[in-house]
Each structure stands twice: as structure tokens, then as C-alpha cells.
């Protein structure tokens, strides 16, 4: 069963602890992507990968890192220098990095700072 | 730069009705144009998208959008509503020759019995 798995599907931190998101794609995809996702704000990118060993920052990458030493993973690492981290984080993949492409989205992580 | 606009942050309709969810969207540049939709607590799962030709652009679960290059805008339509359709609705834009969507802020679909 192909598809995008994250973990987990909850998380709690408490504040000024680095904590580090789980995507995982099994479709072969070339690209991936990381987004948060705030009530009433849409998505907005963090980092994407159009190939392993590398990434580019998105709109909002402060306060995140990431690594692509695989193809099928692309760990998010939530440092204590995001400011605001409480949110619902979403890992995309598509086939290649082309803008036409559709991307495909895991279920979520829901990040909670305590 | 690029931006999307969804005029409306919640739709209520009733179960049969016919829904209309806007999106309005400015960019100098030729721009694909996609819908996606997120089922509670679930990830976005894509409806339909514009890439080029016909302007009429046909989903999954019966939804439509008509791209309007005059209006800059790609409303998505169905014409009989469901329960299974309550769900939040993202337009989302993409310029030719970048490499990242820009989403809008989201509608929400719900629908009364």
C-alpha cells in the first residue's frame, strides 16, 4: 500500500526542548515538502527537497531544520528557537519538483507546546 | 508576487443544494491552479487542477471549477451537496516556472441535513 506516513500523529514538547517530526514515502517520489497548517491561515511551506542531499527553504523556515539522506524520509526538526511551534504540521510528496505536479499529503502531526 | 484569496472562511448549505466556493487569485505571470480538499483530522487530498486548455475542469465526488482568466478566479461548484462532503476546502496557485504552491486560507463546508 503506497502512500506517506507520519509520526506521530500527536506530540507534546515543552517549551525549549527540539523535538523531530517523522515523513516517510514509499511512492518513489523525487520531491518533498514540509507545511504548517494554522486555523484560518491555509498552509505555508517550511522546507521542500527536490532531491536527496538536498533542500531549500520555504516561506517560513526559521526556527526549523530538515535532512534528505534518503529518498523515502525528510525529517522536520522543531528547534527552541521557533517561536510560536504549537500547530498541525503536513509532509507532502509529488514525483518530481515541477509545479504541475500533484502532491500527495500524509495524515499530520499535531504539535503542542506546553 | 502571487497571492489566493478564498472569499469565504465557512460555507453552510444544506444536504442537495448546489455550492459555489470562490477563489480569487492576482499574478502577472500564467499560473496553474489547483482545489484540494482535508477531511477532518486527515492530510489534503487533491480535487482537480488547471494546467492548460479547456477552462471547465472536472474532479473527483462531482466537483467542477471553471478557470476565468478575465476575473483571475477558480470557483469550485458541485451541484448536490452530501454529508460526505463536509470537509475544508484549499485553492492554491502555482506560478510557471516556480517550484512551491501558494495555498489559500481555507473553506469550510458544512453541510446540514
Known amino acids: 500500500d503506497g502512500g506517506i506516513t507520519q509520526s506521530p500523529k500527536y506530540l507534546f514538547r515543552k517549551e525549549g526542548q527540539n523535538v523531530t517530526l517523522s515523513c516517510e514515502q514509499n511512492?518513489?517520489?523525487?520531491?518533498m515538502y514540509w507545511y504548517r497548517q494554522d486555523p484560518g491561515q491555509g498552509l505555508r511551506l517550511i522546507y521542500y527537497?527536490?532531491?536527496?542531499?538536498?533542500?531549500q527553504k520555504g516561506d517560513i523556515a526559521e526556527g526549523y531544520s530538515v535532512s534528505r539522506e534518503k529518498k523515502e524520509s525528510f525529517p522536520l526538526t522543531v528547534t527552541s528557537a521557533q517561536k510560536n511551534p504549537t500547530a498541525f504540521y503536513l509532509c507532502?510528496?509529488?514525483?518530481?519538483?515541477?509545479?504541475?505536479?500533484?502532491?500527495?499529503f500524509g495524515p499530520g502531526t499535531r504539535l503542542t507546546v506546553l | 508576487a502571487q497571492s489566493v484569496t478564498q472569499l469565504d472562511s465557512q460555507v453552510p448549505v444544506f444536504e442537495e443544494a448546489p455550492v459555489e466556493l470562490r477563489c480569487n487569485y492576482s499574478?502577472?505571470?500564467?499560473?496553474?491552479l489547483f482545489w484540494y480538499v482535508q477531511y477532518p483530522n486527515q492530510g489534503l487530498q487533491l480535487l482537480l487542477k488547471?494546467?492548460?486548455?479547456?477552462?471547465l475542469v472536472k474532479g473527483i465526488n462531482g466537483f467542477e471549477a471553471e478557470f476565468n482568466k478575465s476575473q483571475t478566479s477558480f470557483h469550485l461548484r458541485k451541484p448536490s451537496v452530501h454529508i460526505s462532503d463536509t470537509a475544508e476546502y484549499f485553492c492554491?496557485?502555482?506560478?510557471?516556472?516556480?517550484?512551491?504552491?501558494?495555498f489559500g486560507q481555507g473553506t469550510r463546508l458544512t453541510i446540514n441535513p
Open positions: 507532502a510528496s509529488s514525483p518530481v519538483a515541477q509545479i504541475t505536479d500533484t502532491q500527495y
Open positions: 511512492l518513489n517520489h523525487d520531491a
Open positions: 527537497s527536490q532531491i536527496v542531499n538536498d533542500f
Open positions: 499574478s502577472s505571470v500564467s499560473v496553474y
Open positions: 488547471y494546467l492548460s486548455g479547456s477552462t
Open positions: 492554491a496557485v502555482g506560478l510557471q516556472g516556480a517550484q512551491k504552491l501558494v
